[in-house]
Every structure is written in structure tokens, then in C-alpha cells.
């Protein structure tokens, strides 16, 4: 495995935390008495690990 | 000429500074009230829940000027120094110049009562120091790196989570003899709160206890969550914190750059997903002088100029508060209210 794929692959396992994070711990509010934190670091997370897989995909053209 | 243009901001930002009757938004008492109480100026009982280092060293000018000011002239200092610091750790790259004099979280912190000016300057040189350990593996490298993130934590204690990121991140994959002596140049850093604290509290370590525990219990719902404070206003402040970042940060997430910047990338990464858990545009501070000092050897011209436009439609945006601020009080607010405060309750943007 070359190190762009394995660099989109964890890009992509960062981007489905992200996406966890946001809907699934952010509609649970009893833990920080609000889903917020959740959200904004799913959210966080979403960005970067979308943003590691474009940047693969646009470098390798593929 | 360039040099010409850079004086010519930086006395404008003097100017603005000095102008606006703004003094920053958050925990400003904690540090403006102590440098009261130590120049033998505040009537009441202290009970300030952060470090009373930053107020004491201010309570001297404070005393003499019998106002604020020193405050502002130190937040400019401090700023400078930064803007130097950058400069020359990018070895004299004038990219790196431009981009930190028109970083817009430099002129939003500008007016600020805050010690994240002065923890941001020691906690760059704490990067750039553990960067260079990480290279070369000497040893003073990462004993100057660890006092200087002590030093940083001394007058700011949110620093505490950066440099648990900076430390695992960059000695992963070391001894744990470095560890060791990171930790123990850590504490001589940290030796000016300790000896005050120890003077003031009979305990060295009562206010880095009593702040982290604060924190930590808000962060599990203390006050500030239970009663709904920071939900309405999170994608707000989300995006302000996206517009204080510089515009390329994201562009090291691409591999090629990541390749070159590993442990930089990642620990710049986790800094950002702490920020995004607490959005406030004043933590921004403590990273856009290591991600300039990252990006300013990989922009190109276009992407450059862009940067540089984009940075002064932010710079408009934060400042405008500020400008407002010379002349007018916006919502009654005793210190004044910043850009986050202006949309939120003037605009009613959330």
C-alpha cells in the first residue's frame, strides 16, 4: 500500500468519526449537559478528513 | 519599501489599539483585578481563578499610570515579538513577515487584558525549540522547549492542553528520558508561579489545581453548560474561528505537505479539534504563528496574494468593533464587546 492510499484511507475513517460524532453523540445531550462539544469536534473532524481525501484524490488523480 | 509598509500597519495597529475603548471580553477581571490587587488598589477580596503571575508583573505600571494602559502597551510588545519571532525563525522569509503582521487574530487580540499574548510567544519558541530536538535530538533543544511551555503555562493555564499535544506528539517515538527531563525543565519554567503562589497561598501548586479542576469540571456540564450558554452561539463562534485561521492552514492536510510536516500537521490538528470543542477566536493565537511559520515555505505567489487578501477582509471584520469602540459604546457592555459579542447580540446571528 502506497502511502497516499493509506493517507486516504485513514482521511476517510477521520471524516466517519466526524460524521459519528455529529449525529450520533451530538443528539445525546446528558453527558455535557449539550451535544455542542460533539457536534464542533465532529464537525472539526469531518473538514480534516474530507479534506485529506480530496487533497489524495486531486494529487493522484485518481 | 516593504519594511515602509510593515511599520506603516504596525503603527496602525498601534493607533487602533490605543484608540478603542475596548479591554477584551473573557477573564479579563481575573487578570486586571489581581494587578489591581497587588498595586494596593482593589478594595475587595481576591478570588481570581486563573494566574495571578500576569497580574502581579502589571501591578508595578499599574500603580504608577493608576489606569489600564499597561496592559495595552504589553499586549503590543508582545505582539511585536511575535511577529519578530516568526520573521526570523522562518530565516528572514518575507511571506512569513507579511503574513503574521496582517494575521487577523493579531489585530483581534491587540486591545486584549489577556496573557495569550505572552504565553503564545513562549509556546511558538517552545515549538520551534522541540522541532528542532526532534531533528537533531539534542538535548538542550528539548530542555529550552520544555521551559518555555513551562514559562508559557506560568501566566496562561489553557496552555496545559497544547503542550500535553506538543509533548506526546513530538516524544512518541523517544525515550523516556526525555520525557523526564522535559517535565522536570517544564516545572524550572514554571518556578515563577510556583514561588508566587507558594508567597501568596502557602501552596505552590494552588492555582494550577484550582484552574484545571475548574476547567475540568465544566467540561463534564458545570456551570456555564447547565444553563445553555455557548449551544445558540457554537456555529457562530465555529465560523469566526475558521476565519481567524489563516486561509491555507487546511492546504497542510494535503499529503504532500503532511509528508514533510508530520508531527507538526498532527499536533496542529489536535490543537484545532480542542479549539473547535471550545470555539473562541483568542485560542487561535497560540497557533497561527507556528502554521505561518509552516505555510510561508509552501505558498506560492497566487496563493499568497490571496492569503493576504483574504486576511484583510477578516482583519476589517474584527477590527469594526474595535473602530466603533473609539467613539461609541456598543450595548452597555463595561469593557466593551468584540466581534463574537457584536453578531451574537446586535445582530442576533446564531
Not at chain 2, 510567544?121 to 511551555?149: H, M, P, Q
Not at chain 2, 475558521?242 to 499529503?255: E, G, K, N, Q, T
Not at chain 2, 484583510?312 to 473602530?323: C, G, K, R, W
Request: aromatic share 18%; net charge positive; hydrophobic share 55%.
Amino acid at each position: 500500500m502506497t502511502f497516499n492510499q493509506w493517507y486516504m484511507i485513514v482521511g476517510a475513517i477521520i471524516f466517519i468519526l466526524g460524521v459519528l460524532l455529529v449525529f450520533v453523540l451530538g443528539s445525546l445531550p446528558s453527558f455535557t449537559g449539550s451535544g455542542f462539544i460533539w457536534v464542533n469536534m465532529g464537525v472539526c473532524l469531518m473538514i480534516v478528513g474530507g479534506l485529506m481525501v480530496y487533497y489524495t484524490y486531486k494529487e493522484n488523480g485518481k | 519599501m516593504e519594511n515602509k509598509y510593515i511599520i506603516i500597519l504596525i503603527g496602525l495597529l498601534i493607533l487602533i489599539t490605543f484608540l478603542t475603548q475596548f479591554y477584551g471580553s473573557t477573564d479579563i477581571a481575573d487578570y486586571s483585578d489581581t494587578a489591581k490587587f497587588f498595586a494596593g488598589k482593589y478594595s475587595a477580596k481576591i478570588r481570581s481563578s486563573h494566574s495571578y503571575l500576569f497580574g502581579f508583573i502589571h501591578s508595578p505600571f499599574l500603580k504608577i499610570t493608576n489606569s489600564y494602559i499597561s496592559f495595552k502597551i504589553s499586549s503590543l510588545v508582545f505582539l511585536i515579538l511575535i511577529i519578530l519571532s516568526v520573521y526570523i525563525l522562518s530565516g528572514k522569509n518575507k511571506k512569513a513577515l507579511w503574513l503574521m503582521t496582517l494575521s487577523p487574530v493579531i489585530w483581534y487580540m491587540s486591545p486584549w487584558i489577556s496573557p495569550i499574548q505572552l504565553a503564545a510567544l513562549f509556546f511558538l519558541w517552545a515549538y520551534w525549540f522541540i522541532e528542532k530536538f526532534n531533528k537533531t535530538n539534542k538535548l538542550k533543544y528539548l530542555i529550552c522547549s520544555g521551559i518555555f511551555v513551562g514559562l508559557a503555562w506560568c501566566v496562561w493555564d489553557t496552555i496545559l492542553y497544547f503542550g500535553v499535544f506538543l509533548a506526546v506528539v513530538f516524544l512518541c517515538n523517544k525515550n523516556l528520558s526525555h520525557s523526564c527531563f522535559f517535565i522536570i525543565s517544564l516545572l524550572i519554567g514554571l518556578l515563577p508561579r510556583l514561588i508566587l503562589d507558594q508567597y501568596l497561598f502557602n501552596f505552590p501548586f494552588y492555582t494550577l489545581i484550582k484552574s484545571t479542576m475548574g476547567g475540568f469540571a465544566n467540561s463534564l456540564g458545570g456551570i456555564y453548560q447547565s444553563t445553555g450558554m455557548g449551544v445558540g452561539i457554537s456555529y457562530l463562534n465555529i465560523s469566526l474561528i475558521i476565519l481567524a485561521l489563516p486561509l491555507y492552514y487546511w492546504l497542510l492536510h494535503s499529503p504532500k505537505i503532511f509528508k514533510k510536516n508530520k508531527k507538526s500537521v498532527v499536533f496542529l490538528f489536535l490543537c484545532i479539534f480542542l479549539i473547535f470543542a471550545l470555539p473562541q477566536i483568542r485560542y487561535v493565537m497560540i497557533l497561527a504563528p507556528i502554521i505561518i511559520l509552516i505555510i510561508s515555505k509552501e505558498l506560492n505567489d497566487k496563493q499568497f496574494k490571496r492569503q493576504i487578501i483574504f486576511s484583510i477582509i477578516v482583519i476589517l471584520l474584527f477590527i469594526t468593533p474595535y473602530l466603533i469602540q473609539i467613539k461609541y459604546s456598543i450595548i452597555d457592555k463595561l469593557n466593551g464587546v468584540d466581534i463574537s459579542y457584536l453578531l451574537e447580540f446586535l445582530f442576533k446571528f446564531v
